[in-house]
Every structure is written in structure tokens, then in C-alpha cells.
């Protein structure tokens, strides 16, 4: 069974950094490629960024490139987003997904089996 939890989220203005977590309480969070979405009011669940389930690929959406980094602790069974220059359009929550085991590292909703409950980043102007 793979539970996630994301945190971090919060208030920030433009300009600023935050950094998101995902916790995995499933025993094979190595096996299972990440993934960070966010759905901004009125509008779809877009991918923001993923990483592979051996950790050796990443993936960005083009808006956030350059600015965003996600990664990944198999020790600790937790996948991050550090993301930098915030902007407005930024704001949104932002959902933890996992794909697996050994999901395919991709940007459709429909690849990930597995979802938190979200986290609301809201960047002021």
C-alpha cells in the first residue's frame, strides 16, 4: 500500500523559495517513479516536474524550468520540489503522484496510480 503526504506548502511572495515533501509510508518507494502536479483554481491538474524510480531521470514542464528541482531520499521514502523564483501564476496546489513499481516517468495524469492529498502554494505579488 503506498500513502503519500505532502507538506510544505505555504505563502510566499514573488521572488521566494519553498520547498515541498512527499512522504511515502510504502515499504518500496524505490520502485515507484515521482511525480509533482498542480492544479490552479478553474483549471486541470497539470505535471510540474518527475524523477524516475532509480532516480537517474528527471523531468520538467517548460515553466518551470530552471526554476524548480525535484529529487528524491529512498532512505527516508521522500521525494522533494525545490522551487525558486516564485511567481503568481505558480500558485496552485500542488499534488504528490507515484507510479509503479517501476512506472514510466511521464507527464499524463493517467501514468500514476497513487496521489496525496495536496498542498496549497499561494505567491503574492
Known amino acids: 500500500q503506498v500513502q503519500l503526504v505532502e507538506s510544505g506548502g505555504g505563502l510566499v511572495q514573488a521572488g521566494g523559495s519553498l520547498r515541498l515533501s512527499c512522504a511515502n509510508s510504502g515499504r518500496t518507494f524505490s520502485t515507484y517513479t515521482m511525480a509533482w502536479f498542480g492544479q490552479a483554481p478553474g483549471k486541470e491538474r497539470e505535471f510540474v516536474a518527475g524523477i524516475s524510480w532509480s532516480g537517474g531521470t528527471t523531468y520538467y514542464a517548460d515553466s518551470v524550468k530552471g526554476r524548480f528541482a525535484i529529487s528524491r531520499d529512498n532512505a527516508k521514502n521522500t521525494v522533494y520540489l525545490q522551487m525558486n523564483s516564485l511567481k503568481p501564476e505558480d500558485t496552485a496546489v500542488y499534488y504528490c503522484?507515484?507510479?509503479?513499481?517501476?512506472?514510466?516517468?511521464?507527464?499524463?495524469?493517467?501514468?500514476?496510480?497513487?496521489w496525496g492529498q495536496g498542498t496549497q502554494v499561494t505567491v503574492s505579488s
Open positions: 503522484a507515484a507510479a509503479g513499481p517501476y512506472g514510466s516517468l511521464w507527464r499524463g495524469r493517467e501514468s500514476y496510480n497513487y
